[in-house]
């Protein structure tokens, strides 16, 4: 009898184990790609010696014979991979913007969301027609319906919801914001960050703390929609000055920013302001 008993502890012990093992491989998968919150240690390897991004869709004219709408979209290149973040409003805009820029649809690898408004994923459907190879990373909490509907056309979908490496030197922060959940991208360089913001809906200074907490790095770049169109130039200036002691080196508020937010932006940070709309082109060794 007892050795039964024992018999058949073992083999309660051995399933045990095989479950056990079974399961932290399968929690290790599961978490590949994401980082932690104080950097990984191959944060400082995987720097970008530079990176080159044109804005191909936004409400601000920067470059004449490319349309403007509202929404933002801008092509990322320099890294292992070409990733295009957001896609505007509007599917033929973009595409036509694009073509304008002699930007080829089938050369980009990847597409990143920021976030779900309309003026920031209206031209996915259209993208996807084009190339229905990439891969799209979107917050986790989009609806499965959204998501679904990018499968259809055989479009890998890749939910985000921790601060994640998406390839060498690029970087989500993750899920930010209670209300409207958004992701910024990093673009880590040689000179350092690269911070692009879709609306920045979770705010602009919060989403600056946050990258310099996962990538603990000197920011180069602020860019995109920083959501400053409501506030006053009171509120406008404490936020130019938290960027400013941040370290952030160059701003380029453009989209959803608002004309007194950029007035004020240009104002304080004079040669060090970047003037972007459609068309603009910024490499980072020209920073
Ligand atoms: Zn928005
Ligand atoms: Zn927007």
């Given at each position: 009898m007892g050795k039964i008993l024992g018999l058949f502890s073992l083999i309660i012990i051995s399933i045990g184990l095989i479950l056990g093992i079974t399961l932290s491989l399968s929690q290790e998968k599961d978490k590949k790609g994401e980082i932690m919150e104080n950097g990984s240690e191959n944060i400082n390897i995987n720097k970008i010696k530079e990176t080159n991004i044109t804005v191909?869709?936004?409400?601000?004219?920067?470059?004449?014979g490319l349309k403007t709408s509202w929404g933002f979209s801008c092509l990322i290149k320099g890294a292992e991979k070409t990733i295009l973040f957001d896609t505007g409003g509007d599917d033929s805009i973009l595409l036509e913007n694009m073509k304008k820029l002699e930007i080829?649809?089938?050369?980009?690898?990847l597409i990143v969301l920021s976030h779900i408004h309309g003026d920031h994923i209206g031209g996915l459907d259209g993208f996807l027609k084009t190339n229905p190879k990439v891969y799209v990373y979107l917050p986790?909490?989009?609806p499965t319906s959204l998501k679904r509907n990018i499968e259809k056309y055989g479009t890998k979908v890749v939910d985000v919801q921790k601060?994640?490496?998406?390839?060498?030197?690029i970087y989500s922060t993750g899920e930010l914001g209670t209300w409207i959940i958004e992701q910024s991208l990093i673009i880590h360089t040689n000179k350092g960050m690269v911070v692009i913001t879709g609306?920045?809906?979770?705010?602009i200074v919060k989403i600056v703390e946050k990258a310099k907490n996962i990538i603990k790095d000197k920011v180069l770049l602020v860019m995109g929609?920083?959501?400053?169109?409501?506030?006053?130039s009171k509120q406008i200036e404490t936020i130019i000055s938290s960027l400013k002691n941040m370290e952030v080196k160059y701003a380029g508020p453009c989209h959803c920013s608002g004309d007194n937010a950029r007035k004020l932006f240009e104002k304080e940070?004079?040669?060090?302001?970047i003037n972007i709309g459609v068309g603009k082109v910024i490499n980072t060794k020209d920073l």
């Open positions: 191909t869709f936004d409400n601000n004219q920067y470059k004449d080829d649809s089938e050369k980009i690898d986790k909490s989009f601060p994640m490496e998406i390839c060498k030197g609306c920045a809906h979770p705010g929609g920083f959501h400053l169109g409501n506030k006053s940070y004079q040669k060090n302001y």
